[in-house]
């Protein structure tokens, strides 16, 4: 069993390769911040408290931002964690990384737009639910690629650019969804302030246009919220799909969440899917579905997930769904 220094040495491994795989060249901030976590053991001996499911990067830093505001550089960050550790530690344990960016639809949408329709949506892992709505914003994919729904009255219509190489198959139309569900085991109520105020947290400081697009969405989200059911992505999968209307193709999708359970569990999700009869289409790290990445050309830049469709490999895209580099079929 690891000792005490063992597992600080092993997050502080952890947070530098946040601040080299996923802040640099998106953060400048967070990525400063991470190198500085990684170098002060006092604030790894902090996080080495907290179950090892709540020792991500990503949650410190945004309960840090949810209760005190952004740091103004790396010494105040680590002045901060220091000076507050029990309301630091209460948050951490109360909420988890359930960023729910709306752009990422961007990069699922020449998938779902070339699948028969109409559709039904279920998202693994939907936090608010946000990326059930992709009928609902705009795409601006470059070269004059542009298309969206009719603005909703005295609402601003979010508008998400998305970089393309390769063989896109970029939309003429929004797909037609007849019913979306959501499923996740803390459901973000779109309603909720205080729920939206930790979505808003969750954003990086130095990122402020995706800040701006998600309160857009979440605007166009409260004038008709689409339903998150509480539950897990084993147990509860399969009773959900049943609920879905016959004559919709059944598309069940997810971005970013298979890290957040056990290889074997992913698995076993795996095993579901490809017996359900949906389409399955996972937007995850390369290292979390390995069956499927072995069979993909190497990515571009760091940091990209890997969108495959029904298990085959389709694309690259950015995080945020800012960039997609075809070459799938």
Request: overall charge neutral; some cysteine.
């Amino acid at each position: 069993m690891p000792g005490a220094q063992d597992t600080v040495q092993r997050l502080a491994a952890r947070y530098r390769a946040f601040a080299d795989n996923e802040a640099k060249d998106s953060s400048a901030l967070y990525e400063a911040f991470a190198r500085a976590i990684a170098g002060s053991e006092a604030v790894l001996s902090f996080v080495a408290t907290l179950p090892a499911a709540r020792q991500q990067p990503n949650l410190l830093l945004a309960a840090v931002r949810h209760l005190y505001g952004v740091a103004r550089d790396a010494d105040h960050l680590i002045d901060i964690i220091r000076a507050n550790p029990a309301p630091i530690r209460a948050l951490m344990l109360a909420r988890t990384t359930q960023t729910n960016e709306p752009a990422r639809c961007a990069v699922l949408l020449p998938v779902l737009a070339r699948l028969p329709q109409p559709l039904a949506l279920l998202e693994v892992g939907a936090s608010a639910g946000l990326c059930l709505l992709p009928d609902r914003y705009a795409y601006d994919y470059g070269g004059g690629t542009r298309l969206g729904p009719r603005p909703p009255g005295d609402l601003p219509l979010p508008a998400f650019p998305c970089a393309i190489t390769g063989a896109v198959p970029v939309p003429t139309e929004l797909p037609t969804i007849a019913w979306r569900r959501g499923l996740d085991l803390n459901p973000i109520d779109v309603r909720s302030a205080e729920d939206t105020a930790w979505l808003q947290a969750l954003i990086w400081p130095d990122q402020e246009d995706r800040a701006g697009r998600l309160q857009a969405a979440l605007a166009i989200a409260r004038r008709a919220p689409p339903v998150v059911v509480r539950g897990d992505l084993l147990a509860d999968i399969e009773e959900i799909m049943a609920q879905a209307p016959a004559d919709a193709t059944l598309v069940v999708f997810h971005t970013a969440v298979l890290a957040y359970v056990t290889p074997a569990d992913r698995s076993r999700f795996a095993g579901i899917m490809h017996r359900s009869g949906a389409t399955w289409i996972s937007n995850e790290a390369p290292g979390i579905l390995p069956s499927i990445a072995q069979h993909a050309p190497a990515p571009p830049a760091r940091g990209r997930f890997l969108l495959a469709v029904d298990a085959q490999p389709v694309a690259w895209t950015g995080p945020h769904g800012q960039s997609i580099d075809w070459f799938g079929p």
